[in-house]
C-alpha cells in the first residue's frame, strides 16, 4: 500500500478496530499491529503518525503489555489512548496510579482549545471513560490539556514532541466530538494529506492484482454473501477470464438465492468471469440424512462443502492462485493483526490449507472493515439487494431446520422464509431489523383445515435488532403484519398449520435455531 498511514500499536482494548475504522473515516489510511511488533518493523513501514491503543492492564503490574522507550525518539507523532496514554507516561518518568475515583460512562471533561488536538472542540466536551488507573504525575514536558472533576490530567501533550494522550476513548462514539479529535491528530499533528480513498483501493487493488497474477489463473469460492462477492468483482476487473468462480449450491440456500447469484455472476450477468455453478444438493441431502445434532450437522456441511469445491477445482486447469474474501476484522480476530485475538479457526486467514495444490493465496479485501468493502462492490457496480442483504449463516438453512433436514422441509421452510421477507420489506421494515427469517420448529401438531383433521408443521417466524450480534433483542412486530403472514403461510405452505413470532432475545436465546 502506498498511501501515507497511521499505525495503531494494539495493546489489547476492546475497542482497538474502531480507532482503526474512526482513522480511515477521516481519510487516512490506518493498520493495527500487536505491541509485540518491533519498533524496526513499524518504522519500516513509515508512518505518519502512531497510536497507542487502550488495554485491560495497568502499567506498574511487570506483566503488562508495554512497548520500548526507543519510540518515542523517532520524531513519529503519537497519541495514546487510556493505557496508551499511561503507558507513555509510565515510560516517559511520570507516574500512573489506581485512580481515587474510578471514572465509567459518559464524563464531561473541560479542554484546552490552544492544543492541536482540542481545534473546533467545544470548551466542555462529554467523552466516554473507562478506567481504574490514572496519571498521578505527568512525564516531564507534558502540559494538562484537559481535566475533568475527578482526573486532572484527562489529556497530556507535550507537543515539541509531539505527543498526546487522553484518558478518554475518542473512537468511541459516546465521545462526542471523539471523531473530531482524531481527525485534529491526523491532520493537525501528524500532517496528513488524507489520500484515501475507496476509489484509489479500487484502481490500486486492480494494478497490484494484475502484476501478481500475471497471466497465470485464479480460482474463488463463491458464495453469495458480500465479501467473497466483491473479491469475484475485483478480480474480475483485474483479470476478467482468467477468473473462474466456483459457486457451490449445497440445497440448504433461501428460496430463488442461486438463481439471483447466477444472475449477477453467471452468463447473463456483468462481470466478465468463468462461473461454475455446483448443484451439491442431493450429495449434501444425503450426508445430513441422520444428522440431528447442531454442531455435527455444521461439521458435515462444511466438511462436504470443502470436498466438492476442491473436486471442481482438481477439474480445472491447474489454476496457480486460491481467492478468498478475508476482510480486516477476521485478520485482527485470528490474532495477526492486533492483539485483541480470540482465535477463529475457520477464517483460515494468512496461509493456504494443508495439502493444497495452490501456489499462492489472494486476498485482496484483507485490510478492509465491512462498511469499506459494501462501499467497494457499490463502486465496482454489483446491486444494492446484494451489498446490503442481511448476514446469512454459511451451513444456511440446515441450522434452521431443527432435528432431521430432509428436501421437503428445506422447501418448506424456503416458501415461509419468502413469504415473511417479503412481508417485511414491503411494510418498510427491512432496513430497521438486522435479520429476520424463518425456521421449521421440530414439532407437528394438531389442527383443522376446511372439515379436515391436519397433523403439521409450526414455523417460527424470527426478526431481531442488534449492534453487533453478540446480543440481539426481538424486534416489535405490528400485529396486522404478523397476522397477515400467518394466514399467507399456512394457506400457502402445505404442511404448515401453526405459525409462532419468537419474542426471545440473545440471551437467552441465539439469533438462530441451532
Ligand atoms: P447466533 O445464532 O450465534 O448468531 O446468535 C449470530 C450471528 O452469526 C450467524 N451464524 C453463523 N454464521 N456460520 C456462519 O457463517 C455459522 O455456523 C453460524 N451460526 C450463526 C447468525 O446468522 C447471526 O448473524
Redesign the pocket.
Known sequence: MENEKILVIDFGGQYNQLIARRVRECGVYCEIYSYKKDLDEVLAMHPKGIIFTGGPNSVYDPASATYTAEIFKAGIPILGICYGAQLMSHLLGGRVDHAPVREYGKIEVSVDNTSPLFEGIRAQTICWMSHNDYIAEMAPGFRAIAHSDHCPYAAVEDSSRKLYGVQFHPEVLHTQEGTKMLSNFVYHVCGCAGDWKMSDFVEQSIRQLRETVGDKQVVLGLSGGVDSSVVAALLSRAIGSQLTCIFVDHGLLRKNEADEVEAVFGPKGNFDLNFIRVDASARFYRKLRFATEPEHK?KIIGKQFVRVFEETAAGLDHPDFLAQGTIYPDVVESGLGGESATIKSHHNVGGLPKHTRFKGLIEPLRYLFKDEVRQVGLQLGLPESLIYRQ?????GLG?RIIGRITPEKVQLVQEADAIWREELLAAGLGSQIN?YFAALTNMRSVGVMGDERTYDYAIALRAVTTQD?MTAEAAEIPWELLSRVTNRIVNEVPHVNRVFYDCTG?PPA???YE
Open positions: 455444521r448476514p446469512f449463516p454459511g451451513p441450522i435479520q450480534f440473545k441465539t439469533v438462530e
